[in-house]
């Protein structure tokens, strides 16, 4: 605990009794990230203190009272209500809670101008980024950061694999969309190494996915949704810049086995097995040894994964660790960052799709991608 030395009280002692919280998320009713982290954890919240909830899109500023903290996840638009609320003077904590990568940097560059502003960088990751944060883009924001793992609910995603279909019959999942971190393409190089393997895709997105069968954008607390699901065997998703995608927690819940590159956050754990980037005939094995694999070892790494959401990936200890930076007090410093290092954060935030010049840049990729495509295809 830190110490003013001029008058030799604590920043506790100075620091006010926690007023309301006022929680800058999606907290709609459905069962899916994101509403479900706003619903879940300004439930356990309110067990404590007084809670006042705010979507992450709407304009505004709040001004606080005594006592009050902030904790929310930043839109990009600066205009939005987290963004004004967090430079107003009062507040006894600003709190930031977002997903994290340091690979892609549109996806994250605009927080470079809000972090600053923020005592603590709540972040939702999954381990892989985590681990190598220290070596990446946005190291400096480190000192404030607290590594926090994503949940679900096992009420709302009953098991629904009980046994695993015979070798020969196993079928793999895709859920999502296809946006470019996503790296759909990549499943399909995986599908094309394994013939006569049905692929079933639920989501949507601008790309459609070779090879996969698409079966809509579903809701997953609707009979319809969960009769999809258990028609499949494993769920496998490729992301290059992935936060800590709940689909991998969500097919844990549900008795699939997932099964994901690092770069989708997990890593190291062997009932989630990883499979490379860039090497479609390695990630292709490590599938086709699961759709080979007797059922005796499935069930075990189901079992495996079921403990694992009971005891680690739960919306208690994930509001637990959003209590402990309520109630702190400390305010880390930021490391350096240099001003190479700054001007390439400005740069991809205006570049990327919801920056100033996001859309410019994007017809200007297109066009590229579609000259680039006619020269090909013109080649004798």
Known sequence: MSTNAGTGTSVAERLPAVGTVHLVYPHGERISAPDSIGRELGRRLE????????????PGVIEPERGDVLLGHPHPNRRTIFRQSVRQPGWRRRLMLAPFNHSDLQQVAFE????????????????YWFRTLPGSRCSHWLPRMTHVDLAVDRADYQPLKTNFAPVGSRRILYIGSSVWFKNTPYLSEIADLLPGTEFGWIGGGPLSIRGFTPLGVLDFATPEGTSAVAQHDIM??????DANPTTILEAMAWGLIPVCTPQSGYERTPSVPNVPLGDARAAADVVRRLLEAPESELLAMQAANWKLLDEHYNWDRFAAQAIDAIEATDSQPLGHESLRRRA???YSSWTAPYGRFGRLFARGRRRLRRRWAAMRHARP
Request: aromatic share 16%.
């Open 47 to 58: 067990r404590r203190y007084a809670v006042r909830y705010y979507d992450w899109d709407v």
């Open 112 to 127: 470079d101008g809000v972090v600053p502003h923020c005592d603590r960088f709540l972040t939702i990751t999954g381990p």
């Open 236 to 241: 496998l998703t490729v992301g290059t810049a």
């Open 344 to 346: 390439g954060f400005l």
